[in-house]
């Protein structure tokens, strides 16, 4: 199984609202990370979590919180968000984020607006 | 700070015609080089890969790239490509920093096969 899932698959959501994005990978690897799209650009790196850690934190605002309650999840918690965060995003995972040499697994994304 | 760039937007291609997509990367040490595809609708997957050794590499559905150091170059090229090929290419650099790895993807290049 070489899938990482994502749900929901699109999400509108307002200003004031608090919703979850999540993620899901069953190929055991201890690397997870979320991207964000926005059109016609390319993916931006926003968190990377290694062995359920944060490790990697892009200067990403704190109205999005992610968490890695395992080695298989890894959720991003949105509040309080703006119009320009409506993107895709992507979540991916690796073997391991310390190697340099792994290969990403990308989902399929969420679609988010933010009205 | 690394980056990429794809020196071609949007390509329009005959099938049976060749392609050669160009990426040049901007940093000086060890890189990690992938090319990435998104099909329209579908997520992102590998396409191909270079970490060492043999700087032409082959991948999927008869693609191949050409690492050439001196030029910072991976450039992607198919002898000839087919309706099917039609999709958005993302060529990526995978830098392995901080006892991480961080990948940078480029600004795609969106590539339409007439039939």
């Known amino acids: 199984d070489t899938e990482v899932t994502q749900t929901p698959k699109h999400l509108v959501m307002g200003m004031t609202n608090k919703k979850s994005l999540k993620c899901e990978q069953h190929?055991?690897?201890?690397?997870m990370y979320w991207y964000k799209q926005k059109a016609k650009k390319p993916p931006e790196l926003m968190f990377v979590?290694?062995?359920?850690?944060?490790?990697i934190n892009e200067s990403v605002p704190s109205r999005f919180s992610p968490e890695c309650p395992n080695s298989s999840l890894l959720n991003l918690h949105l509040h309080a968000l703006q119009p320009e965060d409506s993107a895709l995003y992507l979540c991916?995972?690796?073997?391991?984020?310390?190697?340099?040499?792994?290969?990403?697994?990308f989902g399929p994304g969420t679609r988010l607006t933010v009205l | 700070a690394q980056s990429v760039s794809q020196h071609n937007h949007h390509v329009i291609l005959s099938e049976a015609a060749s392609l050669e997509l160009g990426c040049n990367y901007s940093y000086g040490g060890t890189v990690n080089l992938f090319w990435y595809v998104q099909y329209p609708g579908q997520h992102l997957q590998l396409l191909l890969k270079y970490f060492s050794g043999d700087p032409l590499v082959k991948g999927i559905k008869g693609f191949e790239a050409e690492f050439i150091k001196s030029k910072f170059s991976f450039n992607l090229r198919k002898p000839s490509v087919q309706w099917s090929d039609t999709a958005e290419y993302f060529c990526a650099v995978n830098l392995y920093s901080g006892g991480y790895q961080k990948v940078t993807f480029g600004t795609g290049t969106k590539l339409q096969v007439i039939p």
């Open positions: 190929m055991g690897h201890r690397a």
């Open positions: 991916a995972s690796s073997q391991d984020a310390s190697g340099g040499t792994d290969t990403q697994y």
């Open positions: 979590y290694s062995y359920e850690k944060l490790s």
